[in-house]
């Protein structure tokens, strides 16, 4: 009786909705990978037969992490954490290059990219980093700890060389502002990147234009409250030598891919058969979906391969193509659903262990939802980020099953259901 209640503890909610995007993964991923040789569903030789076995073998991962002890995530989180960055260290040595990065370990033809795995540890360190009693988030120089946490497997990752995974990083500061981290770094990064967006579209000169003009208004509506104009004048001459930097950053920093792929964002390039081709294609199987799709299988643009890797990266393709508008949408919801309900249960939690981590869940979850779409849909650049349960990987999937599962295991543990 005992254990039937410990799985009632369970939020059987978030597991549906976790088994419906595998499934619907699955299904798309078989359409886009479908091919003259295929022998059935249960072809394992096909990517989508791969992909079964990935599940399957999920299954056991979700009863390991069920079985283990909720307290034991949170009494070995820095050794977990530490372990995963020594694997990823051990990368530039041991490691295997794909696409001019060296991210994967290769296990007798199996592939395994640490760096999917390391969004848990790291979630898990940084939850109990922020759980400690004498952590204050408020306090400098907690907030530089905090920070340290997240910068280390980034920069290793960003080393490989693999930008849009550490981006992913970037998640972590939603956690930490619900814990009380000042909203100035959010305001401060959200400015960062309209900065660097706009420098790039309309030049140093304008951007500082820009800046200046912002400052202005800012300082004109609040000078009753005498402001320091030093503080401004700070403030206004590092955004300034921050604008003019990025033509530097972009031309030095970035590689030539990145470089072009942000041009074809911003307009200045037209590409359609080269770096751009992938997302010109994608938009085009989005729009061909209409309101109800073309119907499984049928999509044109997914059976005449005109999306490179369509199963993986640009996987909502196939389900706009498809699926059309209403399939997308329901997608959409699933995962708007799920992030929602992580939040939900996270506010819930008995601890601050438990709350951190459920955050930074729904952070990483939303993060790598909301790039991809946009991805697809020609918003963003390509970056090189899964849907989350649903393209083709078993690093990917396995990652993402361990990350949502252990918060299902510390939520069990924390929250009494009725």
């Not at 990065?101 to 290769?106: I, L, P, Q």
């Not at 340290?148 to 970037?170: E, F, H, M, T, W």
């Not at 329901?330 to 799920?338: E, Y």
């Amino acid at each position: 009786m005992a254990a039937t209640k410990s799985y009632v503890r369970f939020d059987w909610l978030i597991i549906f909705m976790y088994i419906a995007l595998v499934t619907m993964g699955w299904i798309n991923i078989y359409s886009a990978s479908l091919s003259d040789s295929a022998k059935g569903f249960f072809d394992f030789d096909q990517i989508y037969g791969k992909q079964m076995i990935w599940i399957g073998l999920s299954v056991i991962i979700i009863i390991f992490v069920l079985a283990v002890e909720s307290k034991f995530y949170e009494r070995f989180a820095s050794v977990i954490y530490i372990v995963s960055l020594i694997s990823l260290v051990g990368l530039f040595i041991l490691g295997k290059t794909i696409a001019g990065a060296t991210s994967w370990y290769d296990f007798g033809g199996v592939s395994i990219q640490p760096s999917e795995f390391v969004k848990a540890t790291t979630a898990l360190a940084l939850a109990k980093y922020v759980s400690d009693i004498q952590t204050n988030m408020q306090d400098f120089k907690h907030q530089m700890g905090a920070f340290i946490i997240l910068a280390l497997p980034a920069i290793l990752i960003v080393l490989q060389p693999d930008p849009g995974s550490a981006l992913i990083y970037a998640a972590f500061v939603f956690p930490l502002y619900r814990e009380g981290l000042h909203g100035v770094y959010l305001l401060l990064g959200l400015f960062g990147v309209i900065l660097f967006v706009s420098t790039l579209a309309f030049g140093a000169v304008w951007a500082a234009v820009g800046v200046v003009l912002l400052a202005g208004i800012l300082f004109y509506r609040n000078r009753r409250k005498r402001p320091n104009i030093m503080k401004y004048v700070l403030i206004v001459t590092s955004c300034i030598a921050f604008a003019f930097s990025v033509s530097y950053i972009f031309n030095n920093v970035f590689k030539q891919h990145h470089r072009d792929r942000f041009n074809i964002v911003l307009g200045k390039e037209v590409d359609a058969r080269g770096i751009g081709y992938n997302t010109n294609q994608s938009e085009i199987a989005i729009s061909n979906g209409g309101w109800f799709g073309k119907g499984w299988t049928q999509g044109t643009q997914t059976k005449g391969n005109f999306v490179p890797e369509q199963h993986t990266d640009y996987i909502f393709s196939t389900v706009g193509e498809e699926w059309g508008f209403l399939g997308s949408m329901i997608v959409v919801l699933l995962f708007v659903g799920l992030i929602t309900r992580i939040i939900y249960r996270a506010e819930k939690q008995k601890n601050q262990f438990g709350r951190v981590y459920g955050y930074s869940v729904a952070a990483i979850l939303f993060l790598h939802f909301f790039v991809n779409i946009g991805m697809v849909t020609g918003i963003f650049p390509t970056v090189g980020i899964p849907l989350p349960f649903f393209s083709y990987g078993g690093s990917a999937l396995w990652g993402f099953t361990i990350l949502l599962f252990i918060f299902v295991k510390l939520d069990g543990a924390n929250y009494h259901y009725s």
